[in-house]
């Protein structure tokens, strides 16, 4: 069986865990990473392939892996990967093999589900998100577009988050809430009311950031 050609965009701290996670599939081959400079030292053994323009060669050849982190600002990945559909891209979605998944969840495309993930029946995950290490996102939950759910998050379920969402590490976030477009929701917050687009939230109870 070939294995999956993927190519990374970006080569900082985001994409040194992301490789770790491809590593622990034998169904996934990294070819090489772009960005502006190289950046990962040769222990690695990840070839430089050119700055990220030089994407366009690839199409067709690989998928991709947007690599980039998104510490509340997602408009490089989400311009990205926007600008690379445009021109029929595909992008890879990856799963770390120790993640946990319900056969009725669902993960859109260019989204990487980090180390020991749990997520849980009727979960929805949309494209180009990064779902980090330890996180739990219980029964029938959305989660939007360009989203970046931290370490150890917890979403409870019926939870409707929208698009270009930035949640903290060890946030939890009550069930049936909704959270809107563009939200900044604060590491450790506890979030039991509903929260409005383009808000900034911390604290327990998280409270909007004036």
């Not at 050119?50 to 998104?70: Q, S, V």
């Not at 180009?128 to 989660?143: G, K, T």
């Not at 590490?169 to 590491?187: A, F, H, P, T, V």
């Amino acid at each position: 069986m070939d294995k999956r050609k993927i190519i990374l965009i970006g080569g900082g701290g985001h994409a040194k865990a992301c490789i770790d996670v491809i590593s622990t599939n034998p169904n996934l081959n990294i070819l090489g990473y772009l960005d502006r400079i190289k950046t990962l030292n040769d222990s690695y053994e990840i070839d430089y392939l050119g700055p990220d323009a030089d994407a366009y060669e690839y199409i067709g050849k690989a998928e991709f892996l947007i690599t980039i982190g998104h510490l509340g600002d997602s408009s490089i990945r989400r311009n990205i990967y926007q600008d690379l559909k445009s021109k029929n891209a595909k992008f890879a979605t990856v799963f770390a093999t120790n993640a946990i998944f319900s056969k009725k969840s669902t993960v859109g495309e260019g989204t990487i589900i980090m180390h020991s993930v749990i997520l849980q029946a009727d979960t929805q995950i949309g494209n180009n998100c990064i779902i980090n290490d330890r996180v739990l996102i219980e029964h029938d939950s959305f989660i939007g577009n360009q989203c970046h759910i931290s370490t150890g998050a917890i979403i409870n379920g019926g939870v409707n988050i929208g698009n270009d969402v930035f949640i903290g590490s060890g946030s939890i976030i009550r069930n049936g809430i909704s959270i809107g477009d563009n939200c900044k929701i604060g590491m450790g917050a506890v979030v039991t009311k509903n929260v409005n687009n383009g808000e900034t939230v911390f604290g327990n109870p998280a409270k909007i950031k004036l």
